[in-house]
């Protein structure tokens, strides 16, 4: 158990819907990433907060936004969804805003999206 | 464009043997490296890590040898058992933007490593 946690584990929406995804961070950890890992593809970086801020943007569509709250958990916004965007997000903190290479990045157990 | 390639979908190792798993990048700014592992089910855990001044980092029964004018890098796992059998990521560090202060996890495909009893 990473103490990182994620719901929903499971979510089935149709196409042109919109979802929340949740993110708890370790206690402690003041980073938050999002990933996409679609089928058969590495772990894509989205968008990282670190206490409240964004701080780092990565293949993130205009379609999906992030916002990190006051008690540090994190929430993955995606809209328009379409069926592309099936995919496993995972969410990781770390303690650090990741200025040091060896910053460790604790993943959660990701959020399984069917797009139909 | 991929940065880092891990051209093994798949790897099967006897138990007690060697498991060596490859991985290439092509971004020479990529100055720190690790490995994650992952079950089903499970997000990716935090395996072992090296510094881009070093060649080999050992923690127990894995090794990541790094080679940075092949540009490549390998686990080793010895010797394997039944549990190391996971999805094994590759993944490399750089700095988020040039002179910038945050750095950026670049991941591989991953390697399915199944061990077999």
């Known amino acids: 158990d990473s103490g990182v946690t994620q719901t929903p584990k499971h979510l ?23 990933y996409q890992q679609s089928l058969d593809q590495g772990l894509q ?6 206490n409240g801020e964004e701080r780092a943007k990565g293949n993130i569509l205009e379609r999906f936004s992030a916002q990190q709250f006051p008690d540090l958990h994190s929430e993955l916004n995606l809209s328009s969804l379409e069926l592309g965007d099936s995919a496993l997000y995972f969410c990781a903190s770390s303690v650090a805003p990741n200025r040091g290479a060896t ?14 | 464009d991929q940065q880092v390639k891990q ?13 060596i798993l490859n991985c290439d990048y092509t971004n020479s700014m990529f100055d720190y490296f690790l490995w994650y592992k992952k079950y089903p089910a499970e997000g990716p ?23 940075k004018s092949a540009k490549h890098l390998s686990l080793h796992i010895v010797p394997s058992q039944p549990g190391d059998s996971a999805v094994y990521f590759c993944a490399a560090s750089a700095r988020f933007n040039s002179g910038g202060s945050n750095y950026k996890l670049t ?11």
């Open chain 1, 12 to 34: 089935i929406t149709a196409t042109g819907q919109r979802v929340t995804l949740r993110c708890s961070p370790r206690s402690g950890d003041l980073s938050v990433y999002w």
């Open chain 1, 45 to 50: 970086f989205l968008i990282q907060y670190y």
């Open chain 1, 103 to 116: 910053d460790t990045q604790y993943f959660g157990p990701g959020t399984r999206l069917t797009v139909l």
């Open chain 2, 7 to 19: 051209n093994s979908p798949s790897l099967s190792v006897q138990e007690g043997r060697i498991s």
């Open chain 2, 45 to 67: 855990t935090f395996l072992i890590s090296i510094s881009s001044i070093k060649d080999k980092n050992e923690d127990g029964r894995f090794t990541v040898f790094l080679n």
């Open chain 2, 107 to 117: 991941f591989g495909k991953g390697t399915l490593l199944t061990v077999n009893p």
